[in-house]
Structures are given as structure tokens and as C-alpha cells.
């Protein structure tokens, strides 16, 4: 498991490799790290990825922020080769890196009533999927929202049927034991709403607070020494920041709230991402074909999956066994072009590598976060695995420290 330490803050850099045969070989041999940068970026977008399930049970909430704290690593030794396709990273260390979420403040009460809900959230609290009949997008947000629960993640929720939320039903049919269709059925349907499932509001009103909205915003360059120079890869706005604190789209956010100034005291209808799989993750199977990474207890009972971007055929992921060899919160990215120059960018939900990096032994690839949630499966990776950011928490937070990753 991750485990929890003190207080002082650093980020580590990390590079990622790309297969592209025209890109030179480089060994790094040093670690780099931006104190400077992270202890910034703790103050600015602090939130993880059960910050929203702490602020949003079932209520009208306060914000929930998380302070990333210390990050500690020994010597490094990564050879690596760039990659401009999409700014993939691998990891540049190979010792421990810890970290702790302090929520600084709590839920203001337990219920919401029926009346506290906007038009289009009671729609959505209220639908009911039902054979032969086309799957509305308030339908679809439930279906979705249920899936999530269960752990099956889809990515960005946006209420429409796409493959993220297929794959994402079929693995759960896998776990439950239920025949794997391609569309949704009646059984598929009952099982998602067993237990208090059924009863959980799917869209809640949120308050926004002034910590919500006072945080640091950037508008990021094009080009890479351009964002090099820069003290944080931020959200670019707090709309960004409240659809990935939600695990959102930003158009389904702004599609609820036509006419939100995301200021403070401004009430929002938003998806309620419930709570996050918290059962130890041992093993780990991202599988190319369905751009899938399943997630396995001690006793080999699959208890998440989430959508990912497993490689490309230009730079595919190395099929194989590995083990997870680090972990770490709010990296840097190195990026270097084809003459080998290197340039580091700084730490934030926009790095090229989002918010999360889990290191392999096989060198120079990992798991990681990404700066576009929404685009998860649909777009290429340079051999590395990635997911939205959210996941890539949830993941960070129960996989074991030598846990088994498997690409097939």
C-alpha cells in the first residue's frame, strides 16, 4: 500500500520512452527534483481523487483540499529516448515516494432533499434504463455513475453510451459473473443497482467556496520550453479544475450549469464520483486489445478496472511481466527532443503525465495520469499505460509497492 509520511514536498522528475527508431538512446543518471514548483502546486490545486467523494456525500458541500506531502527517492539510473507524440514519462528513480491527503474540511450534513436539486439532476436521480428503448443522456449519466461505483471506471462521466462505458460493463459483468454482451441487458442492469446502489443521487448540488476558485490558474503555451519556464502546469481554469475534481466532462459540467460564473457561493448540479476502490491492488493487467487496466486483490478477484491507453502501433507498450518499482505524486516530466536535449516541465494536472507516476522495472515505463481525462482510449501513448488522473489516484493509493503489472 502507499503509505503515509511528513511534511516536506518534492517532485520528482520523470521521463518516458519512446520506440520511435529515428530518436537517440540517452542514459540519465541524475535525479531531478522542483521543491520549488511543488510546494506551489500543493497551495494551488490540492485535491485528490477522494476529495470529491469526502465533499460530495449525498449533500450540498464544502470543498475538500489535500495537502501532497513529502517525497522522498535514492539515486537514479534510466535510459530513455524522447517522444513528442503525446509527452509520455517514465521514471529517472528508483526509491521510495510517499504521500498523505489531509481533507480540510468536512461535509456540512448527510442528506439533500428532493427540493435542493436542480430540474435536471431529479431528471437524471429518477431515470430508469429499460429495454428497447434508446439510452437517453440522462439515462446514460445513471448507467455510467452506477458503473463507477462498482469500481468499473469510464472515464470523463458525460451521460452517452461510448465505448469506455461498454468496456467498462463488460468488466463488470466479468467480475460479477454475468455473460459479457456488448449492450446493456436486464440482468447487467439489476445487478448494477443492487444493493444501496439504486438510492445513491447520480447529479447533487456542490456550493462552490472560496478554495474552490482561489486557486491558481494558468493559460498554457505552446511548445515545450515555453511551459519549461513556467511554475506550474495548473488548471487553465476553474471550470477544468471543478470537472476533474467531479470526474466530468467539461461541456456535460457547463451543459448542467448554462449560465455558471464559477464564483464562490455559486451553486452547481455536478456527478457525485462516490467513493473510490479502496481494497489493495497486487496485480495489475493492462491489456492492449481493450485498452483496459484491471485490477486484482491478493486473491486474484478483480475489484476495479479503469479505461487507458495502452501504447500505439508506433511505440507499443512491452508486453511482458514487471513489478511496480516507484511511486510518485505530482511528478516533473523530462522531456527530451532528437538532438537529446532536455527540458524539464514543472508538476500539475497539465504536465504531460498528469498527477500520478507508477515506475515499473521494466526501465523507463509506468502508469501515469493524464492532462486530457476526456480523451483516455482514444488517443496513442508512447508505450506507456495512462489514465485519467482520478484513476490513476485511486491506484496510486491501494497498489502494492511490489505489486505485479502484466501487459498483454
Known amino acids: 500500500m502507499f503509505n503515509k509520511f511528513s511534511n516536506n514536498t518534492i517532485h520528482n522528475s520523470v521521463t518516458c520512452s519512446s520506440k520511435t527508431p529515428s530518436k537517440a538512446a540517452l542514459t540519465l543518471k541524475q535525479l531531478t527534483v522542483a521543491v520549488s514548483a511543488s510546494l506551489a502546486l500543493s497551495l494551488s490545486y490540492a485535491e485528490e481523487t477522494n476529495g470529491a467523494e469526502q465533499a460530495v456525500q449525498y449533500a450540498q458541500a464544502q470543498s475538500v483540499e489535500s495537502i501532497t506531502q513529502q517525497a522522498s527517492t535514492q539515486q537514479a539510473d534510466t535510459a530513455q529516448m524522447a517522444s513528442n507524440q503525446d509527452e509520455d514519462s517514465a521514471a529517472t528513480e528508483t526509491g521510495s515516494v510517499q504521500t498523505e491527503t489531509q481533507p480540510q474540511s468536512q461535509t456540512q450534513d448527510k442528506s439533500q432533499t428532493d427540493?435542493?436539486?436542480?430540474?435536471?439532476?431529479?431528471?437524471?436521480?429518477?431515470?430508469?434504463?429499460?429495454?428497447?428503448?434508446?439510452?437517453?443522456?440522462?439515462?446514460?449519466?445513471?448507467?455510467?455513475a452506477l458503473l463507477n461505483w462498482h469500481h468499473h471506471g469510464v472515464g470523463a462521466v458525460d451521460g452517452w453510451w461510448g465505448k469506455n462505458t461498454q468496456k467498462a460493463m463488460q468488466a463488470f459483468q466479468k467480475a460479477k459473473g454475468l455473460p459479457v454482451t456488448d449492450s446493456l441487458d436486464q440482468k447487467t442492469w439489476e445487478a448494477l443497482k443492487s444493493?444501496?446502489?439504486?438510492?445513491?443521487?447520480?447529479?447533487?448540488?456542490?456550493?462552490?467556496?472560496?478554495?474552490?476558485?482561489?486557486?491558481?490558474?494558468?493559460?498554457?503555451?505552446?511548445?515545450?520550453?515555453?511551459?519549461?519556464?513556467?511554475?506550474?502546469?495548473?488548471?487553465?481554469?476553474?471550470?477544468?479544475?471543478?470537472?476533474?475534481?467531479?470526474?466530468?466532462s467539461i461541456n456535460y459540467l457547463k451543459q448542467l450549469n448554462l449560465n455558471a460564473t464559477f464564483t464562490a457561493g455559486e451553486t452547481?448540479?455536478?456527478?457525485?464520483?462516490?467513493?473510490?476502490n479502496k481494497t489493495a491492488v497486487t496485480r495489475v493487467v493492462a491489456d492492449k486489445n481493450s485498452q483496459t487496466l484491471y485490477a486484482y486483490d491478493?486473491?486474484?478477484?478483480?475489484?476495479?478496472?479503469?479505461?487507458?491507453?495502452?501504447?500505439?502501433?508506433?511505440?507499443?507498450?512491452?508486453?511482458?511481466?514487471?513489478?511496480?518499482?516507484?511511486?510518485?505524486?505530482?511528478?516533473?516530466?523530462?522531456?527530451?527532443?532528437?538532438?537529446?536535449?532536455?527540458?524539464?516541465?514543472?508538476?500539475?494536472?497539465?504536465?504531460?503525465?498528469?498527477?500520478?507516476?507508477?515506475?515499473?522495472?521494466?526501465?523507463?515505463?509506468?502508469?501515469?495520469?493524464?492532462?486530457?481525462p476526456e480523451r483516455i482510449s482514444r488517443q496513442a501513448s508512447a508505450g506507456c499505460i495512462r489514465l485519467t488522473n482520478w484513476d490513476a489516484l485511486a491506484l496510486l493509493n491501494t497498489i502494492d509497492n511490489n505489486a505485479t503489472v502484466e501487459i498483454k
Open 195 to 248: 444493493g444501496d446502489m439504486a438510492n445513491k443521487p447520480v447529479l447533487i448540488s456542490y456550493t462552490l467556496t472560496d478554495s474552490d476558485v482561489n486557486i491558481k490558474t494558468i493559460t498554457i503555451p505552446e511548445g515545450v520550453e515555453a511551459k519549461s519556464k513556467l511554475e506550474g502546469l495548473y488548471y487553465e481554469s476553474v471550470a477544468e479544475a471543478m470537472a476533474e475534481k467531479f470526474h466530468m
Open 115 to 144: 427540493s435542493e436539486l436542480s430540474a435536471i439532476a431529479k431528471q437524471v436521480n429518477g431515470s430508469e434504463w429499460q429495454p428497447g428503448v434508446k439510452m437517453t443522456q440522462a439515462v446514460g449519466t445513471k448507467v455510467q
Open 298 to 372: 491478493k486473491n486474484d478477484k478483480l475489484v476495479a478496472s479503469y479505461p487507458t491507453t495502452v501504447g500505439s502501433t508506433a511505440t507499443p507498450s512491452p508486453t511482458g511481466t514487471h513489478k511496480v518499482q516507484t511511486k510518485v505524486s505530482d511528478p516533473n516530466y523530462t522531456h527530451t527532443d532528437a538532438e537529446g536535449k532536455q527540458t524539464i516541465l514543472p508538476p500539475g494536472p497539465n504536465n504531460p503525465v498528469g498527477r500520478v507516476w507508477i515506475g515499473l522495472t521494466k526501465p523507463s515505463y509506468g502508469i501515469h495520469g493524464s492532462p486530457d
Open 268 to 276: 452547481l448540479t455536478v456527478y457525485n464520483p462516490g467513493k473510490a
